[in-house]
């Protein structure tokens, strides 16, 4: 299969909407994308509802249900819109998910039929609050970048960085959902255990080495029955689409408490993801080839499969920016502590999916997987404190004068993403952002 299988007029790159501000350049919502929220004017004692994004806009899935426009399918799958959160519309499987998306890219065309019905569902994006897109029952965190897997490693490890089993087994470990927020949610700095390596017994107080983790967040749509995984071919078709996510993680707790069943209250106190579900079918432009270095272990047939090599990555640019109170306070904007890329994971989503229901565990809609830190090749590209500042030990210099070595009362950190590729629309993610504020 190729690319071109996937493809469809709502990718078209020529499309353009007769909303304007889709159009400009850079916009993160174009037509092309279409990507899903639950929102509300803000302040207002409305119901949250789904929305999708169309350039400065919100379009409003609930009014458009109600206008009575279409019958069938789509009719069908804006009734689901209608919830606070979007798990009976992401329940429903890619059927729904695309017959919705050609209706909403048709409407929402240059010369669109539709246009003044769809013209009275819009809110701009300004004027309006955001919830979680869904109920996350279960959240997982895998360990997908064997950069990240080897430099972080080597940091508590270092005789044995990269343990035997990371080639075989796409790692991961349960997480906690409850503590996942929106983005704009600003967290204050956990307080736990912790013990420095010359210290004979922990002491207890504010966390000393806060870090974030530039990570992706998959979302499944519709689950599989206990006892039925769902094979690598089968696994996308279960993906509803991905967001930003940051894994805020308490290093200093973490290198005292993850041995032996892993990170714990490390990760458990805040976790941030962007408001805004990018789908899958948005995405089919950027998938990219997956390989395998002839020398690795080659994967075990489960997770093999000729589509995943074929098409199983995503090109997709990821970026982290802080925003230090300092600079906050004197108007200057957010600088870049990295970028990288989710094609350099080890790991595909088709293979998380297939790992994870191998032995039969059920996965329900909503459920959300964090990638793991996505850092790169190249040590500019890690996607963590911990590696860019050595565990440390060399301090980040930004433009003002301040260094860093991990976060602050007062930083804001900021995460991007964005597809973008010579034939296709270039299609954005939004951002997922929070302020680290101080221990009681
Ligand atoms: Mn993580």
């Not at 299969?1 to 990718?11: A, F, P, Q, V």
């Not at 990371?166 to 967290?187: A, D, L, M």
């Not at 502590?337 to 088709?350: E, M």
Request: a negative charge; aromatic letters at 10%; one cysteine or more.
């Amino acid at each position: 299969m190729s690319n071109t299988n996937l493809l469809n007029e709502t990718h078209d790159p020529a499309l353009a909407s007769w909303v304007e501000s889709a159009n400009l350049e850079n916009c993160d919502f174009p037509i092309q994308n279409l990507p899903f929220a639950s929102f509300k004017r803000k302040g207002s004692e409305e119901d949250f509802r789904a929305g999708v994004a169309i350039g400065d806009q919100v379009l409003d899935l609930k009014a458009l249900f109600a206008l009575n426009v279409y019958d069938g399918d789509v009719q069908m799958a804006l009734a689901k819109c209608c919830h606070t959160q979007l798990n009976a519309f992401m329940s429903m499987g890619k059927h729904f998910w695309s017959a919705l998306r050609h209706a909403l890219s048709n409407g929402l065309s240059k010369g669109a039929e539709l246009q003044a019905e769809f013209a009275s569902c819009l809110i701009a994006q300004a004027d309006v609050e955001y919830a979680l897109p869904c109920q996350i029952g279960d959240y997982t965190d895998f360990y997908t970048s064997i950069h990240h897997a080897t430099s972080v490693g080597s940091k508590f490890r270092p005789d044995n960085p990269l343990l035997p089993n990371y080639k075989w087994v796409p790692i991961g470990y349960h997480g906690r959902s409850s503590s996942i927020e929106i983005s704009g949610s600003n967290f204050k700095r956990p307080k736990g255990q912790t013990k420095a390596p010359t210290a004979t017994e922990p002491s207890f107080g504010p966390c000393k080495r806060l870090d974030y983790e530039l990570e992706v967040g998959v979302f499944i749509g519709n689950g599989n029955d206990l006892g039925n995984p769902i094979s690598i071919d089968n696994a996308e078709d279960h993906v509803f689409g991905i967001c930003l996510f940051n894994d805020w993680s308490a290093r200093d707790i973490q290198g005292w408490e993850y041995q032996p069943l892993g990170p714990f209250l490390s990760k458990s106190f805040a976790s941030t993801i962007s408001p805004w579900i990018v789908t899958s079918e948005a995405l089919a432009p950027y998938r990219v080839q997956w390989t395998r270095d002839e020398a690795d272990p080659q994967p075990l047939p489960y997770l093999e499969s000729k589509h995943n090599r074929a098409l199983g990555s995503l090109d997709l640019n990821l970026q982290v920016l802080i925003e230090t109170e300092a600079m906050r306070n004197s108007s200057q904007p957010a600088v870049q502590l990295s970028q990288s890329n989710f094609k350099d994971s080890y790991w595909t989503v088709a293979q998380m999916v297939a790992h994870h229901t191998v032995n039969g565990c059920n996965l329900r809609p909503g459920d959300m997987f964090g990638s793991g830190t996505q850092s790169g090749p190249n040590p500019e590209e890690a996607g963590s404190m911990l590696e860019l500042s050595n565990a440390g030990s060399e301090p980040i210099a930004l433009p003002n004068g301040e260094t860093r070595t991990f976060l602050e009362d007062g930083d804001c950190v900021i995460m991007k993403g964005w597809c973008k590729k010579a034939g296709a629309a270039r299609i954005g993610f939004g951002e997922a952002s929070a302020t680290v504020l101080a221990a009681d």
